[in-house]
């Protein structure tokens, strides 16, 4: 099979079809409210999955979505906010920031950028020790990162967060997003670069004695994922308008985690299905919280269905594979 | 042998390594020319692992120097080492053991022939011909192995014996200039230690290989190695060849003798 060059194969280009008809379908006869879950859903699946990159595949253990998404839905509305309303709700803001009013894609890519770069600081100062200092770091980093904003008041509103933010944002943002999200993973994980990540978090030591330089790859790893969270916030404040400084902390770090351990470490397949599940499971146990007045049954649940799928099945659903027929032809010397 | 004598590829002088109170290795010195295939024995905790270790770059020495076809390499990181063309096996496998036997060679391939992340990402036409070459030279080192046919197996299910020749395909498909193997033929029925001399004289004869094998089968030391060392206690006891070796009595006493191996190797 030979497929051209950069554009997606056949089974590919089917599955990116088969979500834009929902998408389409939701946005022609549902309601807003249906709409923004379905967004809401699709950037989850994004955000699982680009975990699934520097976790699952590469075998690290960050807890630093949130933190990189704030930073990135932070940054972003900053340069598409209003410029009228900036001098009020912005007071600090140098003139050039001041007077910019961005458009989603590059603000997006800038919000993304700076999320990265400062996962390039954390993982550098920690990718090199051994054992569990990412997952410490980068739990301290949510704790850090929304200390800072709280303080940054005169640019970032502190503690009141950010309302009004411009709803540039809308389903088929959302969708391409997370569409090109999952491709590039898919595309890393049936790559050598994928294989090299993986042969990592098989065997370190293996791995550094065929070649791979384990310290940069983990960096790739992390600093990707983060790229990619800090675009998912920066997407998400333009959907639904608000940012605050715990908008996006521990629980979501933990219900990402769950995410990728349920569908199981590297499967994408299972990313994305479990992120599906878990966010409808989370958005319709909500109505069930308020009624009972049992806030935080979500969570419980999302724990008490990880326990059981650990149970169950301690690799997740899907081990680290891809359901068979969404594969690559393996043996044809070549990929399609 | 000594005719016109091919030129040294790897050398260490002095080479030593503590571990806290315990001298692991201690002023072992080792001139490997360019396509020889030299035996490293002695005695459980002898030393020989921890001299594999060094070599490889897993393990800073505490003393003494490396050298690379010339070039000074101690204390150079592990996957730099291993890209001058270092590749080693582990006493204690070391696969990757939820890829596939394919992938495990293929993931061996990445430092030489894999794209980076932008080519990856566009699946450019370059980054396919790499991919390409990458399974091409996999499944070719594993047919040289003879595993061609379980490519598609996962490696953890494998029998231990293949593990160990999925490692050594692993290590040969980035056509190493220098290959230490760490007792290849340990966990390997008599048969199937009969194929590994087979391909080790292959390795050898066929692809120029310069090998380095840790190993405790006498018979197949002494069959497949045109020169030995023997180690004990962390120090060089004897060196030369494998008739040498086996008439030598410090030898004999400290290794061959207790373990009968002498008998066993005048029978290979
Ligand atoms: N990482 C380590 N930490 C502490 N001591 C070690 C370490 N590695 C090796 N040693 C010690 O160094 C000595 C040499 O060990 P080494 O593994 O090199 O021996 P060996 O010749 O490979 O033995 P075997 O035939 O059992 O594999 C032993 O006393 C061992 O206990
Ligand atoms: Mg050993």
Redesign the pocket.
């Known amino acids: 099979m030979t497929a051209p060059p950069f554009l997606p194969g056949p089974k590919a280009a089917l599955a990116m079809l088969g979500a834009a008809a929902v998408v389409a379908f939701a946005d022609l006869y549902l309601s807003t409210y249906a709409v923004t879950l379905l967004s809401l859903v699709m950037l989850n699946v994004a955000l699982a999955v680009s975990l699934q990159l520097t976790n699952g595949l590469t075998g690290l253990f960050s807890l630093g979505h949130p933190a990189f998404m704030t930073v990135g839905g932070y940054v972003a509305a900053i340069l598409t906010y209003p410029v009228r309303r900036k001098g009020f709700m912005m007071p600090d803001l140098p003139d050039w920031l001041a007077t910019a009013q961005w458009d989603l894609l590059p603000a997006t890519l800038v919000g993304a950028a700076v999320a990265a770069l400062l996962a390039l600081v954390v993982g550098i100062a920690v990718l090199r020790l051994k054992g569990h200092y990412l997952a410490v770091a980068t739990l301290g980093l949510i704790v850090i990162v929304r200390v800072v904003i709280n303080n940054l008041d005169g640019y970032t509103r502190g503690g009141l967060g950010l309302s009004g933010v411009p709803r540039l944002t809308g389903p088929w943002e959302v969708l391409v997003f997370t569409l090109l999200t999952v491709g590039l993973v898919w595309r890393i994980k049936h790559a050598s670069l994928g294989r090299a990540m993986m042969a990592m978090r098989e065997n370190e030591l293996a791995a550094r004695c065929m070649g791979i330089d384990a310290f940069a790859l983990k960096l790739l790893a992390f600093v990707l994922g983060a790229f990619l969270a800090g675009a998912a916030g920066a997407l998400t404040v333009h959907l639904v308008s608000v940012i605050t400084p715990g908008a996006y902390g521990i629980p979501l770090a933990f219900s990402l985690v769950v995410m990728v351990v349920v569908g199981g470490s590297g499967s994408i397949t299972g990313a994305v299905l479990a992120a599906i599940a878990i966010s409808l499971l989370s958005e319709f146990a909500r109505p069930l919280e308020e009624g009972l007045e049992l806030y935080g049954l979500s969570q419980v649940l999302v724990a008490l269905g990880l326990i059981l799928v650990l149970r169950l099945r301690p690799t997740g659903l899907f081990g680290s594979r891809e359901p068979a027929g969404l594969g690559r032809p393996r043996f044809s010397g070549g990929t399609s | 042998m000594n005719a016109s004598e091919p030129r040294t590829i790897l050398e260490a002088r002095g080479l030593g390594r503590r ?1 806290g109170g ?1 001298v ?1 290795l201690e002023d072992y010195a080792l001139t490997l020319r360019e396509g020889e295939l030299l035996g490293l024995i ?1 005695p ?7 001299a594999f270790n060094l070599l490889s770059g897993v393990l800073r020495p505490s003393t003494g120097r490396i050298r690379f076809a010339g070039r000074d390499v101690t204390g150079w990181p592990t996957h730099r080492i291993a890209r001058l063309g270092i590749a080693r096996t582990f ?1 204690n496998v070391r696969l990757f053991g939820d890829l596939s036997v394919l992938d495990n060679v293929m993931a061996g391939l990445h430092a030489r022939w894999g794209a980076g992340l932008v080519a990856t990402a566009l699946a450019t036409p370059g980054q396919r011909r790499r991919e390409g070459e990458i399974a091409r030279r996999a499944q070719a080192a594993l047919d040289f192995v003879g595993l061609g046919a379980l490519a598609g197996r996962r490696a953890s299910d494998l029998a231990y014996g293949q593990q160990r020749l999925v490692e050594i395909a692993r290590a040969i498909a980035t056509e190493p200039v220098v290959l230490l193997l760490d007792e290849p033929a340990a966990g390997m029925n008599p048969s199937e230690t009969d194929a590994l001399a087979d391909l080790l004289r292959r390795l050898h004869g066929d692809l120029g290989v310069a090998l380095v094998v ?1 190993e ?1 089968d006498m018979r197949l030391v002494m069959g497949v190695c045109g020169r030995i060392q023997v ?1 004990e206690g ?1 120090r060089l006891l004897a060196e030369g060849r494998p008739e040498e070796i086996q008439r030598n009595p410090a030898v004999i006493a400290a290794y061959l003798g207790s373990r009968r191996g002498a008998e066993h190797a005048h029978a290979g």
């Open positions: 571990f315990v692991a002695g459980n905790g002898a030393g020989k692992t921890t006493q840790v405790h180690l962390g």
